[in-house]
Every structure is written in structure tokens, then in C-alpha cells.
């Protein structure tokens, strides 16, 4: 006979230990990627100090677990956007509302060519302990193509300011499955990300978004797409 045990949420530990994280939403881009159906803004950057007020009236008005968070984690959109003085009273009203752990990861989101190294050094001051950086490809043709906002130099750059700026954990992320995307182009992307040596990589396979240029454009499986099984074959490669 099976027995079925029935929890009562309220006392499980799991519950009532669940890390608190947090999740700030940072909607602004430079410009929008071809394949990206985010919730995000372009070319109103003069809306992001109105919208950094209403951030700090929301996180006001959210209900405090009672825990200090253990990970806050901007992300967007761009981040990298936000002036350093944007991002201190942003952790600072965090850490006024909810305490911040003094062993919490903090990541920014970032895309190359929107760091330099004394933004970084201030970045870290402000205890911002983690990078995660859209490097996506290290094909400047397919970066091109994926309408994104910077070249293969400014990743390398970038990446040099992280940790010469003192990051010690950094993340890069990076995607498969595009337009004309070779399995030799998909192992250069690798090899040149690990050659970084990031503490983490995430990578994405490319989903085609109804309402974006690429989801127009083409069709699942399809040339200029790889086809599934070579799709595949990248994720196995990426393993
Ligand atoms: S930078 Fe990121 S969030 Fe902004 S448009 Fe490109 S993919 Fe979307």
C-alpha cells in the first residue's frame, strides 16, 4: 500500500528556509537585438532616472521576508546603463528594506562596450560581486547579424576591465542555433569563452520570437538556421 504524506507548507524547512533573491528589472537597451523580445525600451534613456524613483517606491512597498536576501541581481535590458549613483541608492534602499546578507552575490548585467574600468572599480565599491556579460558570439559577422551593439574587441576589452577592476566572478553568456551558425563557429565561440576562463557561462539556444525581425525572418529548423540536428550537436558540444 502507498502512503501518501501530506506537508503542511507553513512548517516544511525547505520553505521556510528558501533563499531570498531578488531580481531588479532594468528595461533599457542602446538599441534592440534582432532576436530579442525582452521587455525593454530603446532610445529613451532620459526616463531612466523617473523609472529608478519608481523602483525604489516599489521595493517600499514589497512585504520584507523577515530574511536578509542573499542574491540581488540586475538584469534587463542593460543595466550597465544606470549611473554607479543610480545603483547605490538602489542597494541602498535594498538593504534598508529587506538587509542585504553580507555574503550575498550581486550581479550586474552588462553588455560590452558599456564598461570601462573606473565605472567597474566603482561598481565593486558599491558591492557589486559579480559580472554576467552578453558576449553571445565572437563572430564579429553574426554579431552583426544579431544586431547587437558591439564588437568581438569590446568583449576582450571588457572582460580585461572586469578583472582588472578586481571581479573575481564573472559570467559570460553566449548563444547557439543562429542564422548561418556553423558547428566550427559554435566551437570557436566556446573555445575563445573559455580561454576567458569565466567563472560560469550561460548559453542559450536561439528560440525565433513571433514578434521580432529573426521571428519574421525565419522559420525553426530552416536555412540559414541549422538544422535540429545540428542544433543539437552544439548543445552536446556545449556540454
Ligand atoms: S541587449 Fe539584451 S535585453 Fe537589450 S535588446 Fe539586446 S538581447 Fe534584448
Sequence with gaps: MTTIQIIDPTSSPTLREWPSALYLHIPF?????????????????????????????????????????????????????????????????????????????????????????????????????????????????????????????DTYEAVDAIRRAGFTNLSLDLMFGLPEQTLANWQTSLTSALALAPEHISAYDLILEPTTPFGRAFQSGCAPLPTEEATITMYLDLI
Excluded: W
Excluded at 525600451?41 to 523602483?55: A, D, P, R
Excluded at 552575490?105 to 557589486?128: C, D, S, W
Excluded at 564579429?140 to 574587441?153: A, D, F, I, P
Design 29 to 153: 537597451c542602446p538599441t534592440h537585438c534582432h532576436y530579442c523580445d525582452f521587455a525593454v525600451t530603446v532610445g529613451t534613456t532620459s526616463l531612466i532616472e523617473q523609472y529608478v524613483q519608481y523602483l525604489l517606491q516599489e521595493i517600499e512597498l514589497t512585504p520584507s521576508q523577515g530574511q536578509p536576501l542573499a542574491s540581488v541581481y540586475f538584469g534587463g535590458g542593460t543595466p550597465s546603463l544606470l549611473t554607479p549613483q543610480q545603483l547605490e541608492r538602489i542597494l541602498l534602499a535594498l538593504d534598508h528594506h529587506f538587509h542585504i546578507a553580507k555574503t550575498a552575490e550581486i550581479t550586474l548585467e552588462a553588455n560590452p562596450g558599456t564598461l570601462n574600468k573606473r565605472t567597474l572599480t566603482t561598481f565593486q565599491h558599491l558591492g557589486i560581486n559579480r559580472i554576467s556579460l552578453g558576449v553571445q558570439t565572437f563572430d564579429e559577422t553574426m554579431l552583426k547579424r544579431l544586431g547587437r551593439n558591439h564588437t568581438v574587441q
